[in-house]
Every structure is written in C-alpha cells, then in structure tokens.
C-alpha cells in the first residue's frame, strides 16, 4: 500500500515512531507516569524503553498495553466482553464502528480485547482536536492513529472527507489492518447513540463499485461499550447545560483534562459487545431506498445493534426509575444501592461552577445514565 497520498493523515511508520517516541521520552511527566504504569520498575525505567523503541508493534506491546492495563487494573471493577467469535466469520480486516463514550479508552479497549486473544490491533480514527498537544500527537500517531480532520471550510472537508475514505478503504482491503472509528464525531454526551450519516456517505465515496459492494468490501462490525461509571459524566452534563444557552467554547487543554479525567476515574463495570457484521441481505435493502434513506437504512442496522449491545448496570437503572419518579426497574438495585448512587450523583455536581443550575444539570446527568434504558425500550 502506497502510503505517501496518506502521509498528512497516516499513522506513524516504525521510523517515524522511534523518532517521537525518543522526543517524547524527555517529557517531563514521563517519571512520574512511569511510576503508575511500571509501580515496580525504577523511575527512569519508561523514558529508557521509549528512547529504545524500534517499532510500532514494539511500543504498543511494551508500552500502551501495560498502560491500559494499569487503567483496567486501577479504576475498572470488572471488564468483560462477548461476541468476539463474530469476527471469525468477517473475511480479511473489518471497519469497527463503536460507540463513542471516552476519547480514548473505547478504542484502546478494544485493543486490549484483540491483544489478549492473539488478534491483531486495529489502526483508530481520531479527531484532530486531540493533536493540539504536540505530546499527545508524538504518542498517539506513534499508536497506530489515523488523524481525522476538522473545523475546516466545506470544500476543505470534502477533499479531507475523500482522502480519509480512501485511506480506510485501502487499509482494510489490502488486508494490511482492520480500523476502528467512532459512530459520531466527539462523544456521546447524552446517553443516547445515533450513527451519523455523514460518515456512512464518507465510508461509501471512495467505492468503485456499486453500493452493496461498496459497503460489502469494508466489512462494518457494530461495537457497544457499557461503562457503569460513564467517564467525565459531570463534565459532559456541565458542557449540554451551558450549551442550551449559548455557543460552548473549549478551553486549550479541555480536551487533554479530559483524556486525563477519564484515564484516573473509577468507571466499575465494563463490557464491550461485539455486533454481527452488516449481512449482504440489508445491504440489498439499503440499496433499494433512494439517495440518502439508503444511508439512513444502515444508520438503522447499525444503532439497532449497538442498542441491543448494551450492557445495563445498576446505574443505568437506578436514574431510569429517579428520572421517571417510578420504581419500574427496582428489581435490579437495593435501597443500599440507590442511597449510593443519589450520593454519587450529588458529589459529582459539587466539583462543577456553583452558579449552574443544580436541578437541570442533576436531570441531565439522570438522563445520561438512564437513556440507554430508554433506547433499549424504544428498540
């Protein structure tokens, strides 16, 4: 695969990386996040293995698996999954199309499951807010990560939409790596998981051939992922209040606050659900719709299974029945357990501005637990 059309968006090679990672192993904070990740190691043990890599295979097995580990080890309760048999019947690499809870822990999950069970590691599609941070970019284009471009005029986002397309393409029928991409751009910030159209017409304009092909050819595989604990929940919350009465403005580093908040919360259960790939009969259905219902119909198939992926905890639960003022789901949580969850709810709204209002940012915070109960229903 000619990589030199992609080199604005491609991740790193093995020479590239062994190049940002050595500058990144003179980052001041690399003691100190060597001593969580490698907590028996010496101080300097990270910055040695980072000026020492070769390879990106070598930095994603050495480094960023023991670092997800340690975040699965140190804030996870319990991590599961199921449906990995599915990918078994993909032929050749497949585009993962999940849905979008953290910046980063969705994807890298998703690594950890692959890594664990001898599989390869995809290449992840990330936006280009999260390459402000020069750090960050060294790391993660060092990581197998596709830069996927924004805030840019109409025209610009077509030609960008186009060669990202491309890229995507090639990548998965070549056979080189299966990608993982976010169903939406940004993360869902309401509880509530919709697959953007724009990124299925996306998908589909590099295609040569005609649109059950199209599709066909980059073999989609609906992800779920359940947190019980949803990361930067009260930051989510806090950014729709403030959003419902003016434009939401990010600071420089929100973001980076926000890779870090959701690396170091207690997010207690995890599951990751892996959806059957699109069959070739809906793909002929979707075919048969005109101009963008096409679209829509596998917009359909795809939220349907993501929906049925869910995981509900007693989160989930617990803010159905205190959004509904009912006692529907009572079944699935003690008194215990929902005196807890009413103190979590309250801690979390403390740590944000006083002056927002507390009663519609507490509802907001409700509904993004209780929505994925909600869209269960609504199936």
Known sequence: MDLSQFSEIAPYNDEEAS?????????????????????????????????????????????????????????VRNFSYAGLSKLEKVQGKFLAMSNHRDIILDPAFLQVILHRNGLPMTQI???????????VELLIRSNRMIKVIRGISA??????????????????????YSVWIAQRQGRTKDGVDITEQGLLKMVDMSGTS????????????????SYEYEPCDILKARELLISKSQKYEKTENEDLQSIIQGVR?????????????????ELV????????????????????????????WKTNY????????DGKYASHYTREDLSAFR?????????????????????????????PVISKENL
Not at 125 to 135: P, Q
Not at 155 to 176: A, N, P
Not at 266 to 278: A, E, I, P, T
């Open 19 to 75: 190049a940002a990672l050595s500058r990144v192993a003179n980052h001041p904070n690399v003691p100190w996040v060597s001593k969580f990740i490698f907590p028996n190691q010496r101080e300097t043990f990270l910055r040695d293995v980072l000026r020492n890599i070769h390879s990106v295979d070598e930095f994603q097995h050495k480094v960023m698996y023991n670092a997800i580990e340690w975040v699965i080890n140190n804030t």
């Open 125 to 135: 599609a990330v936006g280009d807010n999260l390459l402000k941070h020069k750090t």
């Open 155 to 176: 025209r610009e986002l077509y030609l960008s939409s186009q060669l990202l397309s491309r890229y995507i393409r090639e990548t998965i029928t070549s056979g080189e």
């Open 210 to 225: 005609d649109f059950v092909q199209n599709f066909k050819e980059v073999n989609i595989v609906p992800i779920s992922i």
């Open 265 to 281: 919360q207690f997010k207690g259960n995890v599951h990751m659900q892996f959806g059957d790939m699109l069959s070739d009969e």
């Open 285 to 312: 259905e979707a075919s048969l719709c005109d101009k963008n219902d096409r679209y829509q119909s596998i917009r359909h198939a795809i939220d349907k299974r993501i929906i049925q992926g869910y995981k509900l």
């Open 318 to 325: 617990m803010a159905c029945d205190l959004v509904r003022g």
């Open 343 to 371: 103190s979590y709810i309250e801690a979390q709204l403390k740590t944000v501005e006083p002056n927002l209002d507390r009663a519609a940012l507490r509802d907001i915070l409700l509904h993004i637990y209780a929505n």
